[in-house]
């Protein structure tokens, strides 16, 4: 069941996410438009489009989520296998999914730390850099 589901929101995700799809969806539109001065504009003819609105757009918010779903497992298994293939990188980071908002935001702001010493780190570097080059062309003094 799971398998079958699986590959139905795949092949349906895919189907509708294409510009046949949208081109298809406009056209239903226009003809709705189209039809309502010959209905009258009446309840039945505004019925018959929400409806299918409401059922298309109530369906298709399971298949965009079982997508969904699968692509930032699969994107989250790349990545746990990145961290565990770098030397030196935290493994322990692999199961941020689980951490509480809190912790998250903790994590946020240590990495932000972290990005901030290092770009002071490289900001020292080069104004270091620039000096030593300004030192070597100044000409030696003889005394």
Do not use: Y
Not at 99 to 117: G, N, P, T, V
């Amino acid at each position: 069941m799971n398998e079958l589901f699986r590959r139905f929101a795949q092949l349906s995700s895919n189907a509708v996410g294409s510009p046949w799809a949208f081109l298809l969806a406009f056209l239903i539109v226009l003809l709705w438009g189209v039809t309502g001065p010959i209905f009258r504009f009446s309840d039945t003819w505004q019925l018959v489009m929400n409806t299918i609105s409401s059922v298309v757009t109530f369906l298709m918010v399971f298949l965009i989520q079982c997508a969904q779903n699968r692509e930032s497992k699969a994107i989250q298994l790349k990545l746990n296998e990145l961290l565990r293939g770098v030397a030196g990188a935290r493994t322990g980071l692999v199961n941020l999914e689980a951490l509480s908002d809190e912790q998250l935001a903790r994590l946020h702001q240590e990495f932000e730390r972290l990005r901030e010493a290092q770009m002071a780190r490289r900001t020292c570097k080069a104004a270091t850099d620039d000096d030593r080059r300004a030192d070597e062309k100044v000409p030696a003094e003889n005394g």
